[in-house]
């Protein structure tokens, strides 16, 4: 029998090729289509496949039956058979419906956006908090899905005598993964009451959260700051685990956290999973919204996660965005023949613009190659202290 408790992904060793399938649609034209793509390239890519291949539609509206028309779908399937593709990965989050009627057509593992970023984090998860959450995120994608499982087993569609087996292995499996998922959510709340006392046991030190979109940096930040060595790699989902680490500048102490990137399209499963951990946000003083200045959609990545941050009630904190890989910014915007003295008006420019947009709550660098970093932190002591002041007007030292 399947055992639907054991399905949390493990990372390996082999390649699978993988062909990407989207639509353009009234509310998602081409150009942005092509951005979602290249995103879900290398969500694939960081899961361990490579991509061969990309097909798109447009249409007014995702097809019920297989998400494509029947056209779209032959020339996919003639492509799958011909090239021996193992994966097929759907931008959108695909019905239980549609995934079985495109598994008869293509016969190969089929997976949607949501799936993809959930083995991602599988792989990623290394705290008991952060491997209990994606477990009950995959429970609930699954559950939903069980029927297609049994298909195989199933003699027919019902009438009296003639219900088989895979009828009564479905109903067993939905109820082990609703008990799964009843306990996943109890160890969750302990979980979570043992977070809640630790952060309570932390006294008066300020708190800083470090948010952004993922593969922005924010753990090579992270590791500057505090002189640590947390995990950092140019893969999405680095890390889907809360980091907490002591900071003194000049003497003046605060708590940074490292938190789970934000993406577009996120599984509404996984948000859910893991609003516990972003508790760490909520609760925080300041939080540093770290931006990948080079990206060519940045801004719209910058709007993502604050609207991320508006869902889950941290919206209203002080905010100070920083700009990070100016360097790589740099080095795609600028031709090696460029003057330096323009290069210095164009960034000078940005520069300016930004922190008119931002009320001066911005500030520039690359934390690999470590620039403005000491302004970063004159910055960040600033704050600091100004937030100790006011919360503590009568102490004369920091906790």
């Known amino acids: 029998m399947i055992d639907p408790v054991k399905i949390r992904n493990k990372t390996t060793d082999v390649v699978e090729r993988a062909i990407l399938v989207g639509l353009v649609t009234p509310s998602q034209p081409e150009a942005l289509l092509n951005e979602y793509l290249d995103e879900l390239a290398f969500l694939a890519l960081t899961a361990g496949a490579t991509t061969v291949k990309r097909f798109f539609q447009k249409v007014d509206h995702p097809d019920g039956r297989t998400y494509v028309g029947s056209g779209k779908m032959a020339e996919i399937q003639k492509y799958v058979e011909e090239n021996e593709i193992d994966l097929v990965i759907f931008d959108d989050e695909i019905t239980p419906a549609q995934q079985r009627n495109i598994e008869k057509e293509l016969r190969c593992k089929i997976v949607d956006r949501s799936m993809l970023i959930l083995d991602i984090f599988a792989q990623r998860a290394r705290t008991q908090q952060a491997i209990t959450q994606v477990e009950l995120a995959q429970m609930l994608y699954l559950l939903p899905r069980l029927k297609g499982m049994w298909e195989h087993l199933d003699r027919v569609k019902g009438g009296i005598g003639m219900r088989g087996s895979g009828e009564k292995e479905i109903e067993t499996d939905r109820r082990i993964v609703k008990d799964k998922v009843s306990k996943l959510k109890a160890s969750l709340e302990k979980i979570d009451k043992q977070n809640a006392t630790q952060r309570k046991t932390r006294g008066e030190q300020v708190r800083v959260a470090l948010v952004g979109y993922t ?15 947390i ?61 990948d200045i080079s990206h060519p959609q940045f801004e719209d990545q910058l709007n993502v996660v604050n609207q991320t941050l508006t869902e889950i009630g941290a919206a209203d904190k002080k905010t100070l965005l920083i700009f990070n890989k100016l360097d790589a910014y740099e080095e795609a915007q600028f031709d090696k023949y460029l003057a330096e003295e323009v290069k210095a008006e164009i960034l000078t420019e940005l520069k300016t613009s930004w922190q008119k947009r931002t009320n001066n709550n911005c500030i520039f660098i690359s934390a690999t190659k470590k620039l403005y970093i000491n302004e970063l932190r004159s910055r960040l002591l600033v704050e600091v202290t100004d937030l100790y002041h006011k919360r503590y007007p009568y102490k004369t030292g920091f906790y």
């Open 215 to 229: 593969n922005v940096g924010k753990s090579t930040l992270m590791n500057l700051l505090t002189k640590s060595d």
């Open 231 to 291: 995990l950092a790699e140019n893969k999405l989902f680095a890390t889907v685990d809360t980091t907490v680490r002591k900071v003194v500048i000049e003497n003046v102490p605060f708590l940074l956290s490292d938190t789970v990137g934000f993406i577009r399209k996120l599984p509404h499963h996984l948000v859910e999973s893991f609003k516990s951990t972003l508790d760490e946000v909520r609760e925080s003083d300041i939080l540093l919204h770290v931006v």
